[in-house]
């Protein structure tokens, strides 16, 4: 039986928070291999819905797609019956994983080692030998293989969106992000869609970081030239940041287009960003088809802990975010179209993948900052970063010059994480 | 005999032209190395083998290419970088009197300022090419690559 005050010196060891209100992070939750493995259970295999992919991606019975919960390998599956289906992959036998293929279709899964054979759901089917062979025992007579079937998970698809929960008792998807976000994911998925690929970035430094990156609006015309260089996006455009109301762990950044030029902001301020001297020779690229209702160029909108919906001009996108270890994460993008799209519409769309991604004209800067903190903040974990910007307005939702998203978020990971606050309020690590 | 040779030879010395400029950091002169009615892309095979159009880079035509340079010199902000390609296995796939159509493997090593040389990507062109008023020039490039997860980011053309 552990006491309390060793319970209580873990929990420090792992991380303290040296303000509870989300605005001083201790960088050693950046490459801690204890914060990590304590994420993998509290947060992965804890009470979190995790994306896995489009329903679309698994079309057809028999459909399946390898994928992760944090960093456990999980396979998502069409079952005969036409439902969804998700198991943990790694067979009940000796641990081998038994789905080796990133996607395919197939009635059974069989493992290569001693060929278990597992149906679409994760039962086990049969186990060779089992009844032994010419004097071969075989299997004990109590073996039964329904005892020995592959970890299930709850599975539930929202709107052609595919998540899953290692946990019993966290409430159903709806209820987990909470109607505000409901409303916003609705905004985009309120019609059939269509998978249209993925494109992947793999990123040295920690999934945290990228979590922060799509809560920041903060940065978006700062870091990202592009949109000041040719005009696209600007400070003071009509903007919509919130969050989920619950743990704020969820959030979304709306940026509203308006007409007004406001340029001038940038101009008086002196901020590198502003340019007037490009423009596109083929501007097509951030045409705006008006398909929504409200008619936003972009849409950011973070599902913890695995998925980011994004819609920017055009292009629709579910990203998901995987980490590798602490220092690394990956982001899948996983591109997508309604069914009914027109062929115009659709080459718009691709067209328009230009701007995210990898190779994304407003997105690729995203990994190289949150690189430069993780080169940072290495050798520092006791250190803290400042976020302070627009913390006397916590109501303020907006504008785009705003940290409140960032330290919802951090004040919900804290809580989820179990790790204590700091009991003397002091600056010290800075 | 020897009009394969030449044909073989004329899309070699494009390739070689093609390297040259990016990899010795002549990004403005890359565009014209495409005919203006192009197709560039860069794509990961995992969606060219699925019939999906999803790509990392796309340009449908010469004007994007100058976008994408115009964009990568003032707007995106990246580490210092370079990339050597190394290319093999040029196999002239048809020859008519609209296009050569050729495929490649090939290989790219970027190098950091911190003096890493990495596998960055490894791929094959499908290319065509056309002649025009002056020289050869590319109608078509399409980058389709297996190394799926790109480190960190993209910014130099493949
Ligand atoms: S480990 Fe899978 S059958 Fe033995
Ligand atoms: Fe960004």
Request: glycine fraction near 6%; hydrophobic fraction near 35%; charge should be negative.
């Amino acid at each position: 039986m552990g006491d309390i005050s060793t319970d209580l010196e873990k929990r420090f060891s792992v991380a303290e928070f040296p303000k509870g209100d989300g605005s001083r992070v201790p960088y050693k939750v950046f490459s801690s291999q204890d914060v990590y493995d304590r994420e993998q259970e509290r947060i992965y295999r804890g009470p979190t819905w995790n994306f896995l992919g489009l329903e679309d991606e698994v079309k057809s019975p028999g459909d399946f797609k390898s994928t992760f919960i944090g960093d456990t390998p999980v396979v998502l599956t069409r079952t005969e019956d036409g439902e969804l289906a998700a198991w943990v992959n790694r067979c009940a036998h000796r641990g081998a994983m038994v789905c080796r293929l990133a996607r395919g279709n197939a009635k059974s899964h069989d493992c290569v080692y001693h060929q278990w054979s597992y149906d679409t759901r994760g039962n086990l089917l049969g186990v060779p030998f089992r009844r032994g062979q010419k004097g071969a025992e075989g299997m004990p007579k109590d073996f039964k293989p329904a005892n020995h079937g592959l970890r299930q998970l709850r599975v539930q698809n929202y709107r052609g969106l595919v998540f899953a929960t290692f946990s019993d008792s966290v409430v159903d998807f709806l209820d987990y992000v909470g109607p505000d976000m409901a409303g916003f994911i609705d905004r985009i998925f309120h019609k059939p869609v269509e998978y249209l690929g993925c494109t992947r970035q793999f990123s040295n430094s920690n999934w945290k970081l990228y979590l922060e990156n799509v809560k920041d609006p903060y940065h978006a015309s700062l870091l990202h030239l592009f949109h000041t260089t040719f005009n696209i996006f600007r400070v003071g455009m009509k903007a919509h940041c919130q969050t989920d109301n619950i743990d704020g762990l969820h959030s979304i950044i709306l940026a509203i287009k308006e007409q007004e030029n406001t340029g001038d902001a940038y101009k008086e301020q002196n901020i590198r960003s502003y340019d007037e001297g490009f423009s596109l020779e083929d501007d097509s690229i951030l045409a705006l088809v008006p398909e929504f209702d409200v008619l936003a160029t972009n849409h950011i909108q973070p599902i913890f802990p695995q998925l980011v919906i994004q819609q920017i001009h055009n292009t629709l996108v579910a990203r998901q975010l995987l980490p590798k270890g602490p220092n690394n994460f990956e982001l899948i993008f996983h591109f997508f179209g309604y069914a009914d799209d027109t062929v115009e519409l659709r080459a718009l769309r691709v067209k328009q993948a230009n701007l995210v991604g990898p190779a994304g004209y407003i997105s690729m800067e995203d990994t190289e900052a949150t690189e430069l903190v993780q080169q940072g903040t290495v050798r520092d974990g006791n250190a803290h970063s400042v976020i302070e910007m627009a913390r006397d307005a916590p109501e303020q939702k907006n504008t785009l010059i705003t940290e409140n998203l960032i330290r919802s978020f951090w004040k919900g990971y804290q809580k989820l994480m179990d790790l204590p606050t700091t009991k003397t309020d002091g600056e010290h690590g800075a | 005999m020897t009009k394969d040779l030449m044909v073989r030879l004329e899309v070699q010395c494009l390739l070689d032209l093609y390297i040259d400029v990016i990899d010795n950091d002549r990004l403005e002169e890359w565009p014209a190395l495409f005919v203006e009615d192009c197709l560039y892309e860069i794509i990961p095979r995992e969606n060219e083998d699925m019939g999906l159009p999803a790509p990392v880079m796309r340009c449908d035509n010469q004007r994007m290419l100058r976008d994408r340079v115009i964009s990568l010199r003032n707007a995106n902000i990246f580490s210092p970088q370079t990339y050597r390609h190394f290319l093999s296995g040029l196999v002239i796939q048809s020859v008519s009197d609209a296009e050569i159509a050729f495929t490649s493997n090939y290989l790219v090593i970027n190098s950091n300022q911190a003096g890493q040389s990495f596998v960055y990507q490894t791929g094959r062109y499908l290319g065509g090419l056309v002649v025009t008023a002056e020289g050869w020039r590319f109608s078509r490039l399409r980058c389709i690559f297996e190394t799926s997860r790109v480190q960190t980011l993209l910014a130099i053309p493949i």
